[in-house]
Nanobody, 114 residues
Framework: QVQLVESGGGLVQAGGSTILSCAASGSIFSISQMGWYRQAPGKQRGLVATIASARSTNYADSVKGRFTISRDNAKNTVYLQMNSLKPEDTAVYYC????????WGQGTQVTVSS
């Protein structure tokens, strides 16, 4: 099993920044890809960004140039630096880890006020 503990988020003004982190524990030897997804009210959960073990990254078009994903393999932690936030970034953000199976964090709310 892999356990994920998310932190960060909260209420941010439009144009502001915040950072999310997600620490993995458990069967972490098998982790390959780490990433973030988000779900806004009334919408499906969708990709924000992913980062592979070799640190190649993938971003949703809507966040390119504003968000940066990174990982610290020594700490088994993935980060999401979120800059130039917009009200449409308001959502619950979920950490995602792919190991021998797929694991999800509990979700953390990010609310961007206009």
């Amino acid at each position: 099993q892999v356990q994920l503990v998310e932190s960060g988020g909260g209420l941010v003004q439009a144009g502001g920044s915040t950072i999310l982190s997600c620490a993995a524990s458990g069967s972490i030897f098998s982790i390959s890809q780490m990433g973030w997804y988000r779900q806004a009210p009334g919408k499906q959960r969708g990709l924000v960004a992913t980062i592979a073990s070799a640190r190649s990254t993938n971003y949703a078009d809507s966040v390119k140039g504003r968000f940066t994903i990174s990982r610290d393999n020594a700490k088994n932690t993935v980060y999401l630096q979120m800059n130039s936030l917009k009200p449409e970034d308001t959502a619950v953000y979920y950490c995602n880890v792919r190991a021998y199976s797929v694991f999800w964090g509990q979700g953390t709310q990010v609310t961007v006020s206009s």
